[in-house]
C-alpha cells in the first residue's frame, strides 16, 4: 500500500491490525510507529474523510502531491534532511524506515542524492528487494542511465529508465503465471493464492534483470507453466512448515514431465533460496 501511495488504506490497515492480539509486543510497537509515522506525514490522506463518495477514485494523485510537498517542505526546513534520509538507506538496517526514506528522497530535489544512492548500489550486494525499491526511487527521480548491481551470482546491469514503477509495467507474462496459479489454486487451495500473489510480485522484485526474471518474461507456455508450477509448490511447502517432498500431482496439474522437469527444479530453487534469504513469507 505504501508502494502504491495508498496511504489512507494503509493507515487502515494498520488500525485494524493494532486491534488484534499477537504474541511478540514488538508488533504493536512497529504497527504503532508506522501508523504515527502515516498520520503525522499525510494528515489529510491517512485521517479521517475518506468515505465520502469519489474520495477513494482521487486518493493516489492527491497523495502522491501531498508526499511531494511533504518532503518538500521538510528538505527547505532542514538542508541536512536528505542527507539523514541516505544515511537511514544506506548505514542502518533494513526496517520500515528504509522504505520509508526512499520514498522521501524520490521528491527531494538534490543533486547529491543520485550519486549517492548509484554509488552505495554498486559498491557492495544489497537485499533485493532494497536494491529494486532503489532503483524506483531513482527512476521517479528520473536519474537515468544505467547501474550494476551485485548479485550473489555475479552483477547484472539495469536500465534506469525500464525499471517498473507499478505492477502493471511489468511484462504480461508475470501477470500471466499469476493467473495460471490462481486457476489451480480454486481448484486445490483457494487461501493459498493470498500468498502466492504476495509472495510472486516480492519475487519479481527481488531478481529483477536476472536470467531467472530473463526466464519468466520469455512469454511462451512452457516457461509459464515451470514458473508457476514452482510458484505453487513453494508457496505450499512455506505455509507447510517444510518441503513435504515431491508434490507429483501437483507437476502434473501443471504439465511438468519431461524436459521440463530440470527447468521446474531450477525455478523451485531459485524460490525457496529467495524465500529463505528474505524471510517473505
Known amino acids: 500500500m505504501l508502494e502504491t501511495e495508498c496511504y489512507a488504506k494503509a493507515a487502515e490497515l494498520l488500525r485494524f491490525l493494532l486491534r488484534c492480539e499477537v ?23 491517512a485521517g479521517a474523510g475518506k468515505d465520502k463518495p469519489g474520495a477513494e477514485e482521487e486518493e493516489p494523485e492527491h497523495e ?12 527547505a526546513e532542514n538542508k541536512d534532511y536528505a542527507a539523514k534520509l541516505l544515511q537511514t ?3 542502518k538496517p533494513l526496517s520500515e524506515h528504509t522504505f520509508l526514506a526512499l520514498e522521501q528522497l524520490a521528491f527531494i530535489q538534490s543533486p547529491e542524492i543520485d550519486d549517492a ?3 552505495w548500489l554498486e559498491r557492495g550486494e544489497r537485499h533485493p528487494m532494497l536494491q529494486f525499491r532503489a532503483l524506483q526511487t531513482l527512476r521517479k527521480r528520473e536519474a537515468g542511465g544505467t547501474v550494476h548491481l ?3 551470482r555475479g552483477r547484472v546491469t539495469i536500465d534506469i529508465d525500464s525499471v517498473p514503477l507499478t505492477l502493471e509495467d511489468f511484462p504480461p507474462a508475470v501477470g500471466d503465471v499469476l493467473e495460471r496459479v490462481g486457476r489451480e489454486a480454486q481448484v486445490h487451495d483457494p487461501a493459498m493464492f493470498y500468498f502466492a500473489q504476495e509472495f510472486w510480485y516480492q519475487f519479481i522484485m527481488g531478481i529483477y534483470g536476472t536470467a531467472e526474471y530473463a526466464s519468466i518474461t520469455r512469454e511462451d507456455d512452457a516457461s509459464l507453466d515451470i514458473w508457476a508450477a514452482a510458484l505453487h509448490q513453494t508457496v505450499t511447502e512455506t505455509l507447510q512448515g517444510g518441503s513435504g517432498g515431491p508434490d ?3 507437476r502434473a496439474a501443471y504439465g511438468i514431465t519431461g524436459s521440463l522437469r530440470l527447468r521446474f527444479e531450477q525455478a523451485h530453487r531459485a524460490m525457496k533460496q529467495f524465500a529463505a534469504e528474505s524471510a517473505v513469507l
Open 23 to 45: 504474541q511478540d509486543d514488538r508488533h504493536y510497537e512497529e504497527w504503532g510507529a508506522l501508523l504515527k509515522w502515516l498520520e503525522e506525514a499525510f494528515p489529510a490522506s
Open 150 to 152: 551485485i548479485r550473489a
Open 248 to 250: 507429483e500431482d501437483l
Open 64 to 75: 502522491a502531491d501531498f508526499a511531494r510537498k511533504h518532503a518538500e517542505a521538510k528538505f
Open 117 to 119: 544512492l548509484l554509488e
Open 89 to 91: 538507506v544506506t548505514e
